[in-house]
């Protein structure tokens, strides 16, 4: 589907252990699933950095030279992190994890959780991925998804809701999912209240179905989850990512290298997908906690939509972009930015007014003419859908329990059908 609009989304499934729904993005309804796009047998070895098109755009050396993201601590729900990877080492805090949910924590079973922990706090040794927030941790937590065969490992490995309440429990201040599913766990949605009143800032895919289904997708259209879109390097939302009212921010997705497999032996280029931005978004999150350590969640977070780039009304998000292509730089650099009050829900609209749906149009048009971006880090945001990398919109699936990949550009702003949070 091409989009002529600047807002775009995507949507995953979650996949269940013995008892769940499984299945993967394409499958039937009510399975969590990790949502990749593009992962083309291709491969980069020692040049995957030089394929991370975002960086420059969002000027991280810039960031870098302001913040790391030191002290900041990143829950990643997926399919597990693999510790001993070059760009990994010393980033990963096992010993963090409860014993309750730690079942093969550190075990990925098919390379995407890695690849999500890279994206955030990778260091990009070895010639491994080079991560947003290089000076952030990881605190790894295996949750179930389509992509686990193996039925013992599906009995012991955490449920979404108990990785969430373990998170909530941690040091760690964001929580990034980068998977969902179509059917609403009560149990996930209770978990995620929860980590709410604790201060943690959420992040989840929308999916990369919106060819075919797009669907509504969970936990990204929970209240107090923040759902991300993904976009190309032009700053346009990708044909593949989901739409709705639950879509409320956008960041690179399309084009982003990943781990090709679980035998971490090489980057597959052309990947990406909502999972992605999901994971540059918490990275940006982190990077925003770390130079302004006094903010809480909500400021963090009205921080990010505050300078997002869009060019609609900010009081009328888009479907397809939300309130804009994420903008970290901006904040970073601005010391005496406002972040609004501290215990005031910036998406509180939103999450008052729940699901309305998806749709095939975005909430508020905006001209398929509209320049892009001339970097990431500020300008216009362009209003038309990706659809130039269609070969690359291979969506492979990874079902993880409550996994939706999604990746979101730094600079600009895309909307998703998502629920809003309650207030």
Known sequence: ?????????????????????????????????????????????????????????????????????????????????????????????????????????????????????????????????????????????????????????????????????????????????????????????????????????????????????????????????????AADKSGKVASYSEHGNYVDLAAPGVNVPLWCDATFQSYCPKSGGTSAATAITSASAALIWSAHPNWTANQVLRSLIDTANRDWPKDKPSNYLGYGLIRPKRVVTNSNINPGPPNSDPLSYENGTGVTGVTTSPSVSAPPSSPAPKNISGGATPAAVSSSNSSDNNTQLYVILGAVLVVAIGGGAFAVARKRRTA
């Open 1 to 229: 589907m091409t989009v002529t609009s600047p807002s775009g989304r995507l949507t995953a499934y979650f996949a269940g252990s013995a008892g769940r729904r499984v299945s993967t993005v394409c499958a039937a309804l009510g399975a969590f699933a990790i949502v990749s796009s593009g992962l083309a047998p291709s491969a980069v070895a020692a040049d995957v950095q030089s394929k991370q098109w975002y960086l420059d755009a969002m000027d991280a050396e810039g960031l870098w030279k302001i913040s790391r993201g030191e002290g900041v601590k990143v829950a990643v729900l997926d399919s597990g992190v693999n510790p001993e990877t070059s760009s990994l080492k010393g980033q990963v805090l096992a010993d963090e994890v409860p014993h309750t949910v730690s079942y093969k924590a550190t075990n990925d079973y098919d390379g995407h959780g890695t690849s999500m922990a890279e994206l955030i706090a990778g260091t990009g040794d070895g010639d491994g991925l080079q991560g947003l927030a290089p000076g952030a941790k990881i605190i790894p937590y295996r949750v179930v998804t389509s992509s686990l065969k193996n039925s013992a490992d599906k009995k012991k490995t955490p449920e979404v809701a108990d990785a969430i309440t373990a998170a909530a429990d941690s040091d760690a201040q964001i929580i990034s999912m980068s998977f969902g599913s179509d059917i609403i766990d009560f149990d996930v949605e209770k978990a995620v209240k929860y980590a709410e009143s604790k201060g943690k800032l959420m992040f989840a895919a929308t999916g990369n179905d919106a060819e075919t289904k797009n669907f509504i997708g969970y936990p990204a259209a929970f209240p107090y989850v923040v759902g991300v879109a």
